[in-house]
């Protein structure tokens, strides 16, 4: 939660000087990005709801970690197909891939000794959909 949190105080912030700066920086896609991501969190929450399942529920909260991850890193990668991948460092790939793995085996060390119980088979959701999508950002960022 904490990674979360601190993650959308830099992204505020980043907006902020973005803003502060009179930069124009919002495309169609980003547009296509924000109503595919709001569109899943929407249907995760009501197929959750359906359920009798919160928000607070592990697996519920792994389904939104797509939305909020494996969906704009998709479109991302559609984008570098589109405009080409440039103005992405080669460092950057490579310490996305570290991050999530990281966490990704951290996930799987703890599968592996407590078993597929709700919270793992959540957090496994949301990484899994997390480190498949940013491969597919990379695959595009590597032809183009």
């Known amino acids: 939660m904490v990674t979360y949190a601190a993650w959308t105080v830099v992204v505020v912030f980043c ?12 495309t169609t896609l980003d547009t296509w990005t924000t109503g595919l991501a709001i569109t899943g969190i929407i249907a995760t929450l009501i197929i959750g709801y ?9 697996i519920v909260r792994g389904y939104l970690g ?7 890193q998709l479109t991302l990668a559609y984008n570098i197909i589109l405009a080409g991948g440039s ?16 966490r990704l085996g951290q996930v799987i060390m703890s599968l592996r000794e407590a078993s597929w119980d ?8 949301g990484e899994i959909a997390n480190e498949g999508s ?4 990379t695959v595009a960022w590597l032809i183009v």
């Open 15 to 26: 907006i902020g000087i973005y803003i502060w700066q009179n930069v124009t920086f919002w």
């Open 50 to 58: 359906r359920n009798r399942l919160t928000i607070a529920d592990p």
């Open 66 to 72: 797509v939305f909020f991850k494996g969906i704009p």
């Open 87 to 102: 103005g992405i460092s080669t460092f950057a790939i490579v310490t996305g891939h570290i991050n999530i793995c990281t």
């Open 118 to 125: 709700r919270n793992r088979r959540g957090c496994a959701i």
């Open 134 to 137: 940013w491969i597919v950002a």
